[in-house]
């Protein structure tokens, strides 16, 4: 089994959960429910962004792939004001990141968010009238390269891939599955 399939096994109760929690419908139900949710993304983000980069295993890589300035870009585009976004509360504590390997867990479960944000930016799209431009940029993310981005990402993962470091990527995307179900389904 290749770690892209144990990660999707072994992450699956907690992918199903987060979901379920999510209540997708209510907080795409009003521009004000949307711009809740995006500042509970923006609270993870601009924390995990931040601890994650310091241990992440190619800063470039992984710099090309946050999102905090595309969730920023739609708050504004939603009427928040730059000190605004700034002073919003951040995601707290976070998931332990001991290592590079861990950084790449904690990806698999934020990349793999790309996915489903492109079915989430359609729905925004249809019922709040948004775009990439106008405050829809977070879940478009990659536009088209969504796919190509989410291969990249599973070639680098694949290449991390030993059976020390197997173990420590996937303990790290369940804990990231854990933080961001609480953060954004039990607190807000």
């Known amino acids: 089994m290749t770690l892209l399939e144990r990660l999707k096994i072994e992450t699956r109760d907690a ?3 987060i979901e379920a929690a999510m209540d997708l419908d209510g907080r795409i139900s009003s521009r004000e429910a949307y711009r809740d949710l995006l500042i509970r993304f923006h609270g993870f983000h601009a924390a995990w962004e931040s601890e994650a980069a310091e241990r992440a295993p190619d800063r470039a890589f992984f710099e090309s792939r946050c999102k905090t300035r595309l969730l920023a870009r739609d708050l504004e585009a939603l009427g ?3 000190d ?3 002073g919003l509360p ?3 504590p976070l998931m332990p990141l001991p290592a590079p390997e861990a950084v790449l867990g904690s990806m698999y ?3 793999g968010s790309t ?3 492109a079915i989430i930016a359609r729905e925004v799209e249809n019922r709040l009238g948004l775009t990439a431009e ?3 940029a977070y879940f478009r993310s990659y536009g088209r390269n969504v796919a190509a981005m989410w291969k990249s990402f599973g070639a680098v993962l694949l290449e991390a891939s030993s059976p020390e470091a197997d173990d420590l990527i996937v303990g790290a995307a369940r804990d990231t599955f854990t933080v961001m179900h609480d953060w954004l389904c039990e607190t807000s």
């Open 115 to 117: 996915l489903g944000g």
């Open 109 to 111: 479960v934020v990349e």
């Open 134 to 136: 106008t405050g829809c």
């Open 80 to 82: 928040l004001k730059s």
């Open 84 to 86: 605004d976004i700034m």
């Open 90 to 92: 951040q995601c707290r």
């Open 15 to 17: 992918h199903d959960r």
